[in-house]
């Protein structure tokens, strides 16, 4: 089995690119399974299951952060994936908790970001970014040549390893160097471990109290002047 | 060094054979795609951005300097030799227009000392083509449509410096295209217009003519239609002049069109 995990914010792209991916992985004769992590609402599972007659899930990650939702999931994930007679499980999730990574070692891991969001966007989401393989850019139809150059430069300050590929979602180019990294990617195995470090952990806002203030929480909390500190015992 | 790009033609909507089986695109060549509307002039640009090898719906193929282009111009955005500028290209960026520049130029110079040079000739060439001058400090996005082209253009050219460009119907935008094509000429590059304007079409040294998603010619701009390209000009300049005397709340007299003897 050979797995992606596809992340970034609402309305980039990720099931426009998925698409062209599944459409061509099955050129390639691969089975394909698709499973789709969001919050609240999400219908890319009925849609991709009546386009391409694939096996697909959703889960609705309510109150846990997505990206570990996804985590939490996947192992049954990969299980449904290869009853159902799949080689390759993609994951579309809204990776929507940008302090923590949706990625797994073990599986590609793949931003999409759109050039239209502004130069200064790399620099604002974190592990999502960094921690992946690949930062899919959808939307260059949409942008001059300039800013497309200026904001693949901004990724590669903050993401020197992350490769960039370059997409026009609407017709399909650039998807070809996905579909390879998808094949070169190596099978998954037992025991495959979330990427990097989640973050500091829940605070007492996580866990209901709605005091507003520092002084009325603990464990880890901050003020307005001090950065992150321990309170309590 | 890129010195050609070869289009080997596929099939047509309905499956036939393109009458064309092959163009070759020299650098420095100048070229208009032309064809009604639905005839598959964007699709063809698509092909050759995406170095088509068979595998879209037309079936085409694309090689540069006569071979499968290197894995590195898919692979690698910053080696792609091709800079694309279509009807929806834009900027959208609000940071004053120097500050953008010096951005944008600074990816590109090889040496830092470049950039200041760099950006003066791009904003001169962008305001060769435009009415209005564009000002070093005012924002990106409160340049008008024209001046937006205009230095879209220009940038593609100078700053980008991409061994071919492609312009998707540019021409709507009020810049003045003669300048605009005496000014592209001076760069050694190939230049693929997508375009329904005769003033574009006759400028170039040849024009690729498609129809039901198929290219059906390529026409080469003979001696007569060289001389009849000043007319040409002189009744679209006619044109955008009575276009300007109607915003302007003037009257049209039957002398409007004397210029043209
Ligand atoms: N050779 C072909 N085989 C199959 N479909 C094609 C082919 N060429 C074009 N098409 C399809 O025909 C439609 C119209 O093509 P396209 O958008 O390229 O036209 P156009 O000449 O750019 O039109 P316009 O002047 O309106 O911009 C598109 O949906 C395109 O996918
Ligand atoms: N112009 C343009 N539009 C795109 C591109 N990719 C996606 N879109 C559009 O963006 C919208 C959201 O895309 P979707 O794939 O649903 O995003 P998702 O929420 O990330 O799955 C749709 O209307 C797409 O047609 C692209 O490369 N260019
Ligand atoms: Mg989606
Ligand atoms: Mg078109
Ligand atoms: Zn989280
Ligand atoms: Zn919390």
């Not at chain 1, 992606?4 to 394909?32: E, F, W, Y």
């Not at chain 1, 609705?60 to 290869?82: F, K, R, T």
């Not at chain 1, 037992?190 to 973050?199: A, I, T």
């Not at chain 1, 806002?205 to 603990?218: D, L, M, N, R, Y």
Request: hydrophobic content about 40%; some cysteine.
């Amino acid at each position: 089995m050979k797995l992606a995990i596809c992340a970034g914010p609402a309305t980039t792209g990720k099931s426009s690119v998925l698409r062209h991916m599944i459409r061509k992985l099955q050129a390639a004769g691969d089975n394909v399974a698709f499973l789709k992590v969001d919050v609240q609402f999400a219908e890319e599972d009925e849609i991709f299951a009546k386009e391409f007659g694939i096996p697909t899930r959703k889960v609705y990650s309510g109150e846990l952060c997505p990206d570990h939702c996804n985590v939490m999931v996947l192992g049954d994930a990969l299980q449904w994936a290869e009853k159902s007679g799949a080689n390759i499980l993609l994951v579309e999730t809204a990776g929507l908790c940008l302090r923590c990574s949706p990625y797994v070692d073990g599986g590609l891991g793949m931003i999409v970001i759109e050039a239209t969001s502004g130069t200064n966007l790399p620099l604002k989401i974190g592990p999502m970014l960094s921690l992946a393989d690949v930062a899919v850019v959808t939307k260059i139809d949409r942008v001059s040549q300039a800013e497309r150059e200026v904001f693949r430069s901004r990724i590669q300050d903050v993401a020197p390893n992350v490769k960039v590929r370059e997409v026009n979602a609407l017709y399909g180019i650039g998807i070809d160097p996905l579909v390879d990294a998808i094949h070169n990617q190596a099978d998954t195995w037992d025991k495959m471990l979330l990427r990097g470090n989640p973050p500091v952990g829940t605070c007492t806002i996580c866990v209901g109290k709605k005091e507003i203030g520092w002084q009325a929480h603990f464990g880890v909390v901050r003020s307005l002047e001090n950065q992150n500190f321990y309170r309590g015992e | 060094m890129i010195n050609t790009i070869t289009i080997l033609g596929g099939k047509s909507r309905a499956g036939i054979p393109e009458a064309v089986e092959r163009i070759d695109l020299n650098m420095g060549d100048v070229v208009s795609i032309v064809g009604p509307t639905g005839s598959g002039k964007t699709t063809l640009i698509n092909d050759l951005e995406l170095f088509a090898d068979a595998n879209t719906q037309t079936g085409r193929r694309v090689l540069i300097n006569n071979e499968r282009p290197p894995l590195e111009y898919r692979d690698n955005p910053a080696m792609n030799p091709i800079a694309l500028i279509t009807q929806h290209t834009t900027f959208l960026s609000d940071l004053p227009v120097v500050d953008f520049l010096t951005a944008h130029a600074g990816i590109r110079a090889v040496k830092k000392s470049q950039v200041e040079e760099m950006i003066q000739k791009t904003l001169d060439f962008a305001n060769e083509l435009t009415g209005e001058p564009i000002v070093l400090t005012s924002r990106m996005t409160e340049l008008s449509g024209g001046q937006t082209r205009a230095l879209l253009i220009a940038d593609a050219t100078i700053i980008c410096n991409t061994p071919i460009v492609l312009l998707d119907e540019v021409e709507n935008a009020g810049i003045n295209r003669t300048r605009a094509m005496e000014l592209l000429r001076q760069y050694r590059k190939i230049f693929i217009f997508v375009t329904h304007d005769p003033r574009i079409a006759l400028l170039s040294d040849y024009r690729i003519v498609m129809q039901g998603g198929s290219i059906t010619q390529v026409l080469y701009t003979n001696e007569e239609e060289r001389t009849f390209s000043h007319k040409v000009s002189k009744l679209d300049d006619l044109l955008s002049a009575m276009r300007d005397k109607i915003r302007f709340g003037e009257r049209l007299t039957t002398h409007e069109l004397e210029g043209l003897a």
